[in-house]
Every structure is written in C-alpha cells, then in structure tokens.
C-alpha cells in the first residue's frame, strides 16, 4: 500500500522494557519525523532524519534512539520505557525540511 | 523563544461561519501551516501560507499577515464533520506546531 504506515497500532509495555515502533513509507520522501502528542502539548519533535544514515535530534530526544539504515524506514526505540513516555508517537515524511508533512496513523503506547 | 498560540477550543453552529486564530512568535519564518486532526486519527494537511494575504480552497480559507505574526483559518457552511482540532504549524526549518484548536459544532 502506498503511503505511510506505522506499527504497532497499540501497544502496553512495563517500565524499564525497551519498545521498537516501526514506520515505514514508500513515497521516498527524504526527511522523517517522529513526534510525540500529549494532551495540552502540540506536536514535540523527537527525532528526525534527512536521508538514509542522517538523522538529529529534535525537541524530546532524551531517552529515545532512532536509526535509518533504508530510506522507507525509520524505526523509534525506547530504550527502558518510562511512565512519562505514554503518548501517542505519529511518523511524519517529508519531501524537504519545511514541506508539507503526512502522517501516519499513529501508535498509541501506554507504559505501565 | 518559540511561541505558537491558539485558542484551546471554539464551539460554532452547523451552517455558520468560524475563524479560528493563530498568532506566533519565532525567531524565523518560512511560510505556516494549517492541519486539522480528527479525534483518534492523524493530522492532514489543510494549507499553507508564505506570503501575505488569503488563501482560498473551496470551504475553507487561511489568512497570513507576516507584519503582524498572525494567521487564521476560516471555516464556512459548517458541518458536521468539521468537529476536530486544528493545529497551526510555522516553518522555522522545522515545522513548530501550536497545541492546536478544539472545534465542537452543535446542530
């Protein structure tokens, strides 16, 4: 399917566990994001990528790791997931840094 | 500092007309986006402005005054289906989003 997918859809984890959330595009856009949504926030970058081996940090990097080995796909890990990390995370691509950006459907995470 | 304000939420009548505001202070600017998000679902791109003026598309319009750091969305013949939230987005490099605008409509 064309555009961009995320997966895990929900996902329940404990403290401390490390969580890999996939997403995947086949746009070959260049740039990826990933965000986190929290009630009252907007939208927090936490990474993002501006090709295949590039990627920086956003505003929320702190205990979050990111890789980008292929263009299509830009996987977040938690590396011991804490409380304060349950939120919604959407993947975003891009063709350009200030382009318009498509989101994916989103991963709902709750930390217990 | 970056700054991005919108009213938390708006409440309008289905068939009215609503506007929806958005005033920034960023350190710089390359153009702003409007994006509305439905409740569970992903944010979805509405428009986009770089130059001063309004900008039409069918039922919806967005204004853009680069003088004055403020833009608004502009929602007519409200339905239904327009309950959802709208977030505000500047181009500073990256995209710096507002906490977004809860819009309710009644029948």
């Known amino acids: 399917d064309a555009g961009i997918t995320q997966s895990p859809r929900y996902k329940i984890t404990e403290t401390g566990r490390q969580v890999t959330l996939m997403c995947h595009q086949t746009w070959s856009h260049s740039y990826m994001f990933w965000y986190r949504q929290d009630l009252g926030h907007g939208l927090r970058l936490i990474y993002y990528?501006?090709?295949?081996?590039?990627?920086d940090k956003g505003e929320v990097p702190d205990g979050y790791v990111v890789s980008r080995s292929k263009t299509e796909n830009f996987p977040l890990t938690l590396e011991s997931a804490t409380r304060s990390q349950t939120s919604v995370y959407f993947c975003?691509?891009?063709?350009?840094?200030?382009?318009?950006?498509?989101f994916g459907a989103g991963t709902r995470l709750s930390v217990l | 500092g970056q700054n991005i304000d919108q009213p938390t939420e708006m409440t309008a009548t289905e068939g009215a007309i609503v506007q929806i505001n958005c005033t920034y202070q960023?350190?710089?600017?390359?153009?702003l986006f409007w994006y509305q998000q439905h409740a569970g679902e992903a944010p979805t791109f509405l428009s986009y402005n770089v130059l001063d003026g309004l900008e039409e598309k069918g039922r919806f319009s967005s204004f853009l005054s680069r003088s004055k750091g403020y833009s608004y969305l502009l929602l007519k013949e409200l339905q239904m289906k327009d309950s959802a939230s709208y977030l505000c987005?500047?181009?500073?490099?990256?995209?710096?989003w507002g906490a977004g605008t809860k819009l309710i409509i009644k029948p």
């Open positions: 975003a691509s891009s063709e350009s840094t200030g382009g318009i950006q498509y």
């Open positions: 987005a500047v181009v500073n490099y990256q995209l710096i």
């Open positions: 960023t350190s710089g600017f390359n153009g």
């Open positions: 990528s501006a090709a295949a081996d590039i990627t």
